[in-house]
């Protein structure tokens, strides 16, 4: 209901043009309420859920859900569910949020309680605007007319109070402010009480990683909130809480929204500090960062959450990896071979390196006695190559974090695919199959985890107990899956080399199912070993030493292609196919007879049978003959009857036909046993 001022009450201040009184910044007390009401019930923050686009309401307020369909991956608890976000159509808001990507806010929750415990007062409650007191009067929005309400003591208590009756709206606008006693009073006395909301919200915004004011506040599935250049770092290490240990399930961080209603309250209450800080991250940013500046091991193909075995041998790595442990930071780049001289995006036209790599860090580091170091390293990500130098013999890069894109535009992406053929939704790297895209996510795993099955049955070599010692079982998790199976498939590396610039789960086991059922196709598990090698690079044979899992080996890999999938199955497309021109794959490559490959491979092998032969009969003869001397053999029967003449032993002899002498006594003694005076 619209009213008239009061004759008898003189407008105070209009907030709304004047910074609040403790230099903040804002406007208006209305505002400090407005940051922790919920937006649908206008109530202050009650059990507050954080929404995957990074706005909040009240349990009770969330939108009715409904079933989703299409939609297998990932399975986890809520996720069968979605509703329509009250922000659908807002910027950085898809529309629909799946139950399970919703999450408890606890430091919101926290900082919901310290405004009730300060402002929620027993007398503050309203009135009709009569007698004396302090008046607030606002508009709903521009359309609506003004009201009113008469507070006892301070705005600041009133107004909340207001709020928390659902009387005051949370979009009000044209707030007034009208006084009916001192102005110096009430001002006092909402300037103690914003301090002491200052004062305890302070202490409930530090980072419970870095320990400083949250900078960029991001709130993880489990509901805690931290930085998120912290959470970064963390999902370096590991994919858990620091706080709770639960699972994160944050691929791409970059693409996860901030907690808005933190990041409103820190930038109202902690302007100046909040800027201070970003100016000291800025700094930071631009100093020595060994993610940014990457050192280079240019050797094999590795993958995220798999291990890696090296043997390093020469002086450039030796130098790097030492370098690498003293920095205390573990971590360096490996890429591999540019073996077929592909042309590449940005600075690395002529690299001799690929663009994608993994992001290493160093599990256990062994140093031999001539220098030499086995190296155990886990994958921790991706990185992209955008730049690269060249430092005492080692390359070093300049690097971009390679990200899996968000859970829902996961499950977008399966229900497209699945609903239609999917042809438009492909990413270009990637060929279209039809009865792969027609296929749910956890059909693909489905269909390359039953491969691996049979193959295990019939004694795939490639699939033996030491390797699956080393690489782990067969993960049960689609998003690990996919690096498993490349990292123990014995298939050439630019086979495996679109994989890692894959973004997409989904697009991932489509190419590992693919790659069973080529294989299974041509029973390649029994099929002799000459259809991997098949053509030689002009740079000859590279060789490298590594350290496996399996044994000190000398690994050589023919040609610049390495063992790949049998003549008939088509090479998978890379994104970066398409600038190499009018090349084709046989350009480079010189051709050999397939007889000479085998021929030398078992010409080799049974060199090493006879070596090891060799080996063996001389080692048992000196086996025996160390054992003659330790036991001598007994004479023989002629000559004992030519010694004792009767074919007893004579005196000076024992049974075995050793030679004794007598001692003081007249006992017969050994020779070789000393005798006793």
Same mark, same amino acid.
């Given at each position: ?68 369909? $299409? ?44 405004? *009730? ?105 489990? #509901? ?24 994160? #399930? ?17 930038? &109202? ?87 994608? $790599? ?76 039809? *009865? ?22 019939? #004694? ?10 080393? &690489? ?119 051709? +050999? ?10 010409? +080799? ?14 080692? $048992? ?23 004792? #003449? ?32």
């Amino acid at each position: 209901m619209a009213e008239s001022p009061s004759p008898h009450l003189e407008p105070e201040v209009d907030l709304t043009e004047m910074s609040d009184p403790t230099d903040m910044g804002h406007a208006g007390l209305h505002t400090i309420i407005q940051l922790i009401q919920c937006k649908q019930c206008s109530r202050p923050l009650r059990t507050p859920l954080r929404l995957p686009c990074g706005n909040t309401v009240c349990r009770e307020c969330l939108p009715p859900s409904r079933m989703r369909t $299409g939609i297998t991956y990932p399975v986890a608890e809520g996720r069968d569910q979605e509703f329509t976000c009250p922000w659908k159509g807002t910027e950085g808001c898809i529309g629909d949020h799946c139950i399970g990507d919703c999450s408890a806010d606890v430091l919101l929750a926290k900082l919901a309680g310290v405004f *009730e415990q300060l402002l929620a007062g027993a007398n503050n409650a309203p009135r009709e605007c009569q007698g004396d007191g302090n008046l607030v009067r606002w508009r709903a929005d521009e359309t609506h007319d003004f009201e009113s309400a008469q507070l006892e003591r301070g705005y600041l208590e009133g107004i909340y109070r207001l709020a928390s009756e659902g009387s005051f709206p949370c979009a009000a606008t044209d707030v007034i402010y009208e006084t009916n006693g001192p102005v110096g009073t009430t001002n006092t006395q909402d300037l103690v009480q914003q301090q002491n909301l200052q004062d305890n919200l302070r202490a409930e915004l530090d980072c419970q990683v870095c320990y400083a004011l949250l900078l960029d506040p991001m709130t993880t599935a489990c #509901g805690h909130t931290f930085c998120q250049r912290c959470v970064e770092r963390v999902l370096d290490h590991a994919d858990l809480c620091p706080i709770c240990r639960r699972k994160l #399930g944050m691929p791409r961080i970059q693409a996860e929204p901030i907690n808005k209603t933190i990041s409103r309250l820190i930038d &109202y209450f902690f302007l100046d500090q909040i800027a201070a800080r970003r100016e000291i991250v800025a700094q930071d940013e631009t100093g020595p960062d060994y993610e940014k500046n990457l050192p280079l091991f240019v050797c094999t193909l590795s993958f995220p959450t798999m291990p890696t075995f090296l043997h390093v041998f020469e002086p450039r790595y030796r130098l790097m990896i030492r370098r690498v442990i003293e920095n205390g930071n573990g971590k360096f780049g490996m890429v591999m071979y540019n073996r077929r001289g592909r042309l590449q995006l940005g600075h690395l036209d002529d690299a001799p390196f690929m663009q994608y $790599g993994t992001l290493l860090m160093i599990e256990r580091y062994e140093l031999l006695p001539d220098g030499r170091s086995l190296v155990v390293a886990t994958g921790v990500s991706r990185f992209k190559i955008t730049d690269s130098v060249m430092l005492d013999g080692y390359y070093v890069a300049k690097t971009e974090r390679v990200e899996d894109i968000p859970l829902a535009e996961e499950e977008r992406l399966e229900a497209l695919e699945t609903s239609s053929n999917g042809e438009d939704v492909l990413p270009e790297s990637i060929p279209s199959d039809p *009865e792969l895209d027609s296929m749910s996510t956890q059909q693909l795993l489905l269909t390359a985890r039953e491969f691996i099955s049979n193959q295990r049955r019939s #004694g795939a070599p490639w699939l033996h107990p030491r390797v699956m010692l080393a &690489y782990g079982p067969i993960p049960v998790d689609a998003a690990r899956f996919p690096w498993w199976f490349a990292s123990i498939l014995p298939i050439s590396e630019e086979e495996k080399y679109p994989i890692l610039s894959a973004t997409s789960v989904r697009e991932r086991l489509k190419v590992s199912a693919k790659w069973a059922r080529q294989l299974e196709a041509r029973d390649w598990s029994t099929r002799p070993l000459s259809g991997f090698f098949t053509s030689l690079s002009p740079n000859g044979f590279t060789a490298f030493s590594s350290f496996t899992p399996l044994s000190f080996s000398i690994s050589i890999s023919f040609g610049g292609s390495g063992l790949s999938i049998p003549e008939t199955t088509p090479q998978i497309s890379h994104e970066h196919d398409q600038h190499r021109g009018t090349e084709t794959p046989e350009q480079g490559e010189a051709h +050999i007879p397939q007889v000479f490959v085998i021929g030398a491979f078992f010409a +080799i092998f049974f060199a090493q049978v006879g070596v090891n032969f060799l080996h063996a009969v001389r080692n $048992g003869r000196r086996r025996r003959r160390l054992l003659e001397m330790q036991f001598p053999h007994p004479l023989p029967q002629r000559e004992r009857v030519r010694v004792g #003449g009767t074919g007893e032993p004579p005196d000076n002899t024992n049974a075995r036909g050793e030679p004794v002498a007598d001692d003081t006594d007249g006992q017969p003694v050994p020779v070789n046993t000393p005798v006793v005076e």
